[in-house]
Every structure is written in C-alpha cells, then in structure tokens.
C-alpha cells in the first residue's frame, strides 16, 4: 500500500505544466485626424441671420472651427452676446450660444 502511494506521489510531482507566456499586448497607435474646415472660413458676419432654422447650423460650423484667434475671436464673442440678449430665439439657440460661450 505504501508502494503504491508512493508511485502516485512520484507521478504527480514528475508532470510538469508548460505555462506559454503571455502573448504581448497590441500596441495601438493614436491618428489624430486634420481638420477640415479652415479657420477662416467661419465669419461673423453669418451669426446677423434671424432665421434660426439657418443660425443653428451656423453656430455648429463656429463650435467646429474653434479656436479661432485675434480680432476673429473678440467679433465672434461680441456676436454670441447679441445673441444670448436676443430673447426672441428658441432655446437650442441659446444653448448652442452659451456652450460656445463657456
């Protein structure tokens, strides 16, 4: 009886577990995209519109030429304010503004 314990004992200490190593983690590789619309292709002088069915889509092509700089910048923020002061416009008008705003 104690042979035979002792073969089983023998046996399970003589099995060896081949582990594979880890394959590695893929690397990922960040693209950042260029922009499409040019800076300077967003003018003030498009937030005057009163209709708001096309002032909304003006707004959406200010938020995606941000940031803009100098003289652009001070316009556009003047011409925002106008806008928030104009209470006549719905409210995702104003929304849209004041996200612009913030």
Do not use: W
Not at 6 to 23: F, G, N, W
Not at 30 to 51: A, W
Not at 54 to 75: C, T
Request: contains cysteine; charged residues 20%.
């Amino acid at each position: 009886m104690a042979a035979l314990l002792k073969k089983r004992a023998l046996a399970e200490y003589c099995q060896t577990i081949v582990e594979e190593a880890p394959k590695p983690a893929k690397r990922l590789q960040l693209v950042r995209r260029t922009r499409t619309i040019d800076h300077i292709e967003f003018s003030v002088s498009s937030l005057d519109t009163t209709d708001p069915q096309q002032l909304l889509p003006v707004l959406v092509n200010l938020h995606h030429s941000l940031p803009i700089s100098g003289e652009a910048q001070s316009e556009a923020v003047q011409g925002l304010m106008k806008l928030v002061q104009n209470d006549s416009h719905p409210p995702i008008i104003t929304t849209k503004v004041l996200s612009l705003l913030a």
